[in-house]
């Protein structure tokens, strides 16, 4: 069987999007940065951040029926030009000196909508380039990316910024050029044969709901996921917020982001390995119940940047539950509702992540640290029942006899 690598499409994908991704993290970073440098406010920083969230989080069911309807390649290019345009924009704002709070939050705002669509869109289209039994390694290897360039995206992005504040901006921009140039090269087809639609969005959306809600396997990934999510982003909330009360440096407590991120880069590079070794039953509960495990050390070491080790290995068994579950979804879903399916998964885990941090502080304030982080890993214990008892995780069946005929 032919590696991913000699897959023409998947490599064009993988590596425009590797570009895009970087593009993106530099100006994760390099926005803040830009609002302070412009407002001076800390607090406005912090809303700016929060507005593209709640664009995001909003526009996250819109993106998956778009995804379904239209036609992908077209969509993801739109959302590419877009984008350019938008960064193209705010960096000669930025040159000129005209860049205000209000073009600033447009630029984001646009940026994260376009963002929900590409992504929805990417990944609805996995499935069209990527043989059953390879999708769980697609997975991984997006995971991979994902997480390598979220490492040296914001490094990057500060030392641009230092040289000029308009740089980084120039630098996204050109991300977004890599991308509508690799996506244009692919030569397959990103969907099967579109089907015709007569009842509207609202009815298509329906449809996805309905599909998951009535599929017993993606019924129990909405139940794993969900809790995993919002104790992973919020222990290390927890850890953050513990850290600076202590009297941390700031430079140190980036040292512990560093520490989870190059955990979930190693997880996500050994995930094809440990999916040639187990089963996915045996992986998802494995990998559930361990997290619950090292969540619950990390609740003893909540004042020392120590804390971040057993986090960065819980975020290593991260990628491979997802390969897993995301590769057996990609393979279960008919193409025609890919973009659906995955808008609803992605909501709820995204909607359970953007809790954490208020559920973290509220545990915080009323017990411990400790205590915050002993409540987070019980939640993952609820996704790690859910994985052993679950009949849908016991009754997986190989990839190739699962795809839909």
């Known amino acids: 069987m032919s590696t991913l690598w000699r897959n023409r499409e998947f490599t064009l994908l993988w590596t425009s999007q590797s570009l895009s991704d970087l593009g993106g993290a530099i100006a994760t970073l390099a926005i803040p940065l830009l609002v302070l440098d412009v407002t001076d406010s800390a607090l406005q920083a912090g809303a700016v951040g929060t507005a593209a969230q709640v664009a995001k989080l909003v526009c996250r069911l819109p993106s998956g029926v778009l995804a379904d309807l239209l036609n992908r390649r077209r969509a993801m290019l739109a959302c590419d030009v877009i984008r350019l345009l938008a960064f193209v924009a705010l960096a000669v704002a930025v040159a000129t000196g005209h860049a205000g709070l209000t073009e600033i939050v447009v630029v984001a705002i646009v940026d994260a909508a376009c963002g929900s669509l590409f992504n929805t869109t990417e990944h609805a289209a996995l499935r069209s380039i990527v043989p059953a039994t390879q999708l769980p390694d697609a997975v991984a290897r997006n995971e991979a990316r994902s997480y390598g360039t979220s490492l040296a995206g914001p490094p990057l992005g500060g030392v641009l910024f230092g040289i000029t504040a308009a740089l980084p901006f120039i630098g996204n921009a050109l991300s977004y050029l890599a991308s509508l140039i690799g996506i244009a090269l692919i ?219």
């Open 187 to 405: 030569r397959k087809p990103l969907q099967a044969e579109q089907r015709p639609h007569h009842h509207g969005h609202g009815a298509a959306l329906l449809e996805g709901l309905r599909f998951v809600f009535g599929n017993s396997f993606l019924r129990t990934v909405l139940i794993i996921a969900a809790p995993l999510n919002l104790a992973l982003y919020g222990s290390m909330f927890t850890i953050i917020v513990t850290l600076q009360a202590n009297g941390v440096t700031p430079g140190v407590i980036g040292l512990t982001e560093t520490i989870v991120g190059a955990g979930g880069l190693a997880g996500a590079l050994a995930a094809p390995a440990l999916q040639r070794r187990l089963s996915f039953a045996v992986l998802i509960r494995g990998l559930c119940w361990a997290a619950t495990l090292f969540l619950a050390v990390s609740a003893l070491l909540t004042g020392s940047v120590a804390a971040a080790a057993p986090i960065a290995l819980a975020i290593f068994v991260g990628p491979a539950c997802n390969a897993a579950l995301f590769g057996y979804q990609a393979a279960i879903t008919p193409d025609h509702l890919q973009g659906r399916v995955l808008s609803v998964i992605f909501l709820f885990a995204m909607s359970a992540a953007t809790a954490a941090p208020l559920l973290a502080g509220v545990f915080v304030t009323a017990w411990s640290p400790s205590a915050s982080i002993l409540l987070f890993a019980a939640a993952v214990s609820a996704s790690a029942s859910a994985a052993t008892l679950a009949p849908a995780i016991r009754e997986m069946r190989p990839l190739q006899d699962a795809v839909p005929t």
